[in-house]
C-alpha cells in the first residue's frame, strides 16, 4: 500500500514539476532548449521508474543502457517506446556510433565493481554527442555526517583515491561546486567542445 502511495504522490509531483528533474528541464527550456529536439541516453537506467520517467515524455526519444538483465521489464513497462539495451555502460561507450544531444550520468554515488562515479566514461562520453549536447551528470562536493549516517559507503578511501585523481585535488573530500564545473569543462576543452553554460 505504502509503495502505491509514494507513487502516487511522486506522480503528483511530477505533474506539478516539482521533482528534480522536472525542474531541471524547466530550466533547460528557460535556456531556449526546445525539449521535443532531444534525443536523450540514459547511461545508467536502472528500472527507469525514477527520473528517467520524469523526463521521457518531455523529449523525442531516448535510449536506456542498464547492465542488470533483470530490470529489462520493468524499463519497458516504465518507459514504453524507448530504446533499451542491456549491456555494461562503460564497454558500451567506447563501442557504438550514435549520437545524443542529450546524455544524462546517474552513475551510482561510491565505487562499484572496478569503477568510480562516472569517472571512467571519460574521454569516451564525448564520442556519443552531436555538435551541441546536453550533459547531466551526478556530481558530489561533499558529504556531509547526516548523510554519511544513511550511506555509511561514500567516500571511502578508494572513492577519495579516485576524486583526487579525477579532479587532482588533494582535499576530494570537499570541492566546491564551481571547481568540479572547471574540471567537466577543461575536459570539454580537451575534446574540441566550449561549455556554452551551466547549472547545478
Not at 527550456?29 to 526546445?34: A, I, L, R
Request: proline share 4%.
Amino acid at each position: 500500500m505504502m509503495k502505491i502511495v509514494r507513487s502516487f504522490l511522486k506522480s503528483i509531483r511530477c505533474f506539478l514539476g516539482l521533482t528534480p528533474m522536472r525542474k531541471i528541464f524547466k530550466k533547460l527550456k528557460s535556456q531556449g532548449v526546445k525539449l521535443k529536439s532531444l534525443n536523450g541516453l540514459e547511461i545508467f537506467g536502472h528500472t527507469g521508474e525514477y527520473h528517467p520517467r520524469d523526463y521521457f515524455p518531455l523529449i523525442a526519444s531516448l535510449e536506456v543502457w542498464e547492465i542488470n538483465s533483470l530490470c529489462e521489464n520493468t524499463i519497458r513497462k516504465n518507459l514504453p517506446g524507448a530504446k533499451i539495451k542491456i549491456t555494461d555502460s562503460f564497454k558500451e561507450i567506447k563501442t557504438i556510433s550514435g549520437k545524443f544531444n542529450l546524455i544524462v550520468v546517474d552513475n551510482p554515488i561510491s565505487t562499484f565493481d572496478i569503477y568510480c562515479e562516472h569517472f571512467d566514461l571519460f574521454p569516451a562520453i564525448f564520442s556519443l554527442t552531436r555538435d551541441s549536447t546536453i550533459f547531466i551528470l551526478n556530481v558530489i562536493p561533499k558529504v556531509t555526517d547526516k548523510i554519511l549516517k544513511s550511506y555509511p559507503y561514500l567516500f571511502n578511501k578508494t572513492q577519495l583515491e579516485w576524486r583526487a585523481l579525477f579532479y587532482c585535488t588533494q582535499h576530494p573530500e570537499k570541492i566546491d561546486l564551481n571547481v568540479l564545473a572547471a574540471y567537466h569543462e577543461k575536459r570539454c576543452a580537451d575534446n574540441g567542445f566550449v561549455v556554452e553554460w551551466y547549472f547545478f
